[in-house]
Structures are given as structure tokens and as C-alpha cells.
């Protein structure tokens, strides 16, 4: 196959690497078999100034015709740029990750500072540490948190800091801020916050303990990754704060209050066990 | 007279006091017989629900055919609000004012700091001292700046002061670091840098060594308080770089290129010399 150029969320252009869509295809838990077919297809029938997005697309029908589990976990990270357009959903949806994970965790939490009180998106806290989260939330996937990100988010650091969290820290736990965005950083806040000493997870960054394993590691999969309901569907549902496949595994009423058939709830449940037997 | 309510730029509505309006015109450098008749003329055709906008532009209407140069000198606020819709004449005009003051002064200067480089909008020094300035320009005079906007700029101080103002400072120089906007801050990002120890100047803010007293005491005008020049000539000034009163006085040819016959440049000279006897 000849180099194909594709166009990325962000406006730039990039090689296409087969490596990389089985790398994303093998963390979503497709098999050989189901990889081999996906990346057959999809290379087959790209061409040149395609974006990242239509071959996303295209790789997401196939594997949803072979396996369309694997398909809903391919595309968690789409699923949660789907939780706005407010920042809300996914503080909701993080802290609901934080208390999976066990931790005691609460979004939208005032906390006073030496200088200000600041309000803090997610505090999780269990008996060894409590963590103090900034969530950047973006609807576009091409959005980066820049360097005035990495300095603010820095500042109410430090300004926590200097009051022992709040007193949250007062107890001896091990305390840490954390900035959390479902998109990337800007390689200059990267550089900035590495030596500042302020933590940041994203998507992909860094290579251990960035967001999607977090997210995995909790089992929790939010409902703007199914594909058995449609777009309304899924914002009637964030509009009543309900973020979780699970909560409508357990609450199936809600699946017919929402006006689905017989059938269709059947289907969203098995969508949702395949999901979760996943996890 | 009875209490009239008016609207404020940020939306919020005060009873209208006669006082503040004679305040703002005594600073004007009005006579108090000036402001007898503004006041009056003023206080007779307000009435409630109009907004301070149309206040101010009803009594600078008749202090422009009463004194011209003093409602010029008033509008400086105005003035400095049309410098946009960019920051960009606002950071030349600091800089301007700066270097009257006896400072060697730049604009959009990289500097160093601990774990970043930053872009300072104004960098003004002399022997004894560096002012590091940081500028957020609004062009609507209801926006105010924010705690966000109060963090991060004091975190960039603080990476830079970690490594010595980008070493301007290494002489032993008195080094400071301010956050300059043309209009307000919030009551929240006050209390937050009077703790941390962040120099905030604005508009009548703090009540010594607010903007309007440093640019008054520079002597210099922007442009855009010119009564004579019509919006467009100003921006045709303002694209060509050209903020200054003080310019078009040294270069009268600037005011025939823009294509103002004799008599337009006479009255135009006349306006900015009578600006420059009242400074």
C-alpha cells in the first residue's frame, strides 16, 4: 500500500499507520481474527485526505458488524467527548469512576485555599490519600489544554497546597491535584507542568495511568457509548444525570420511560452485558 | 428629584447619584461651572432604565459644545476601550506611556522562567527598577477579569521570579509583576491577589496608581479620543500602528495621507493641542 496522508482532529496531517489502528483495535479487546478483518477492510478503502475521524467511522461499522461489543469499547474515547456539550456530565461520570474504583467521591466541592475558595470538579478520597481533580472537558477532540490551563490549574494548586487541602490533608494522607482532560496537552503545558510538579492524565498521556485506563480499570462504561440508542436518547438521559450503563442495567424502567420498545430495551441490555463482560 | 435606577455595563442597575456624575467630570479637569451646566442639563432629561452608557454619552455631548477638550478628556476611558477589538494597540499604548515615563519600554517580549517561556506584553525598566506587565484588554468595559484570569497570571510571575525575572532582575533591581486591564476585576480575584501578592491595576482600581492616573500622568492620548476623527479614520490609524495624539501632532502629513482636507486637519491639530494644555 501506497503512504496515505490522513488529517487528525487537530487540523494536521499524519501519516496512516496500520499499527497504529490495530493497537487501537487490540486495547478494545477485538481478537486476531476481528483485527485482521477491520484493518483488511478499512485499508483497502481509505484514500488520501480522509480524517482520522471518517476512518474511525468506517473501522467502527465494520468491527460492529463482526463484534459489536468490541465496537462499543472502540469507541470510548468518542463516547466520552459525547458527555457534554457542558463539562457537567463528566465530572458526574468521573466521580461515579472514583467511587467504582473505591474511593469516597464527590463533584462540584468548595474547598478553601489560604488565599480563595476554589471549587474543585471531583475530590476522591479513600483512608491512604485524597485527590483533588481539575477536569477540562471538551467537546472537540482536536481541543488541547494549553499552557494558561497548566498555570491556573497550577496556582489553585498551590493555593490549596498552602492549606493542607482544605484541611482534607490534615490527617497525614497522601494529598495530590491532579488536571484531567478527556482531550490532549499542548507539548509546551506538558513541559511546564512536568516541571512544576502538577499532574495531568488525558487521553493517551502519560503512557500509564492515562484516562481511558482509568476508566477501564473501574469496569464503567458511560451510556453515550451505545450504539443501540440514538443521539436523543442518549441526551435525554445526561439532561436526567443518568451517565452510566450500569445505572440502566439496573433500572430497566428507565429504558421504558424513555419511550423504547419492548425489543429495543432488550437490545440496549444486551449491548450493555456484552460491554461488561468486557470490562 | 426622585431615585433613578440605571443600567451599569455589566447588567446590574444603581440608583443614579449626582455626585459620581460630578466626580468623574471634576477629574476631567471640568470647571465647577462646567459641571453646573452638565449636571443640570443632565439630571433634567435622564430618566430611569436608561443605561450609564447613555448617561455619559448625554453628558459628553454637552460638555463637548461647552469645553470640547475637557469631554475629550473625559471620554479617556471610552478612548481606551476603542483601541481593540485586538489587545494588540492596547500593549503599544502601554508601552508608549511607559517610555514617557522614563522607562525603556517593550512590547511582546519572550522571557524565561523557570519551567516556561512566556510572552510578557510589556516589559518596562529604568535603573533602578523592572515592571513586568501582563494586559488583558476588553473592549466591553462590563467584562471583568476574573480569579482564572488572577491565577494564572500569578503563576507565571511565580515561575518567572523563580529564575530571576529572565535574569532582568539579576542586577538588583526592585522587580514587579502586574496584571493591567482597562476595566475591573471581580470582588473574589481582589481578595485572592492582595493575599498572594499579586499587583492588580484597572480602571479606578486600586484607588492610588490606578490606570487612568498612570496614563494621565504620562501626558499622552490615544487617538480614539479624538472628537474629530470619524471611527473609521481611527482605525485606519489604529491598523497602521498609530495610537498616539502626540504622533499625529509630530506628523501632520500622517493626517493629510488619511485623506482630511486643511480645514479637518486644522481642527483635528487644535483638538490635540487643547488635550496637551490640559495634561
Chains 1, 2 share one sequence.
Not at 485524597?130 to 494558561?148: A, T, Y
Request: neutral net charge.
Amino acid at each position: 500500500m501506497d503512504k496515505l496522508l490522513i488529517k487528525k482532529a487537530d487540523g494536521t496531517t499524519e501519516v496512516f499507520k496500520e499499527e497504529k489502528l490495530r493497537n487501537s483495535l487490540k486495547r478494545s479487546g477485538a481478537t486476531d481474527k476481528q483485527i485482521e478483518e477491520v484493518v483488511s477492510h478499512v485499508t483497502a478503502e481509505i484514500h488520501t485526505d480522509v480524517t482520522s475521524d471518517e476512518v474511525f467511522k468506517h473501522a467502527f461499522e465494520v468491527l460492529n458488524k463482526i463484534g459489536g461489543s468490541v465496537a462499543a469499547k472502540y469507541s470510548l474515547r468518542r463516547a466520552i467527548s459525547q458527555l457534554g456539550p457542558s463539562g457537567f456530565p463528566f465530572e458526574q461520570f468521573m466521580s461515579r469512576v472514583f467511587n467504582e474504583l473505591g474511593y469516597r467521591s464527590h463533584s462540584g466541592v468548595i474547598v478553601n485555599g489560604k488565599c480563595a475558595e476554589h471549587e474543585i470538579d471531583v475530590v476522591a478520597e479513600n483512608d491512604q490519600e485524597v485527590i483533588f481533580m481539575e477536569l477540562k472537558f471538551h467537546n472537540n477532540f482536536g481541543l488541547k489544554s494549553d499552557m494558561k490551563v497548566a498555570l491556573y490549574v497550577q496556582a489553585r494548586h498551590n493555593d490549596l497546597k498552602k492549606n493542607n487541602f482544605g484541611h482534607y490533608a490534615d490527617a497525614g494522607k497522601k494529598s495530590e491535584f491532579w488536571l484531567v482532560t478527556n482531550t490532549k496537552f499542548t507539548s509546551n503545558s506538558i513541559k511546564y507542568a512536568k516541571c512544576a510538579g502538577l499532574k495531568m492524565i488525558g487521553w493517551s498521556y502519560p503512557s500509564k495511568g492515562n484516562l481511558q485506563e482509568i476508566i477501564e480499570s473501574s469496569g464503567l462504561q458511560p451510556i453515550t457509548c451505545l450504539t443501540t440508542l440514538t443521539t436523543d436518547e442518549k441526551s435525554y438521559f445526561l439532561n436526567k444525570n443518568i451517565v452510566l450503563c450500569k445505572t440502566l442495567q439496573e433500572k430497566e424502567h428507565l429504558l421504558i420511560e424513555a419511550g423504547l420498545d419492548k425489543n429495543r430495551v432488550e437490545n440496549t441490555l444486551t449491548e450493555i452485558k456484552g460491554l461488561s463482560d468486557l470490562g
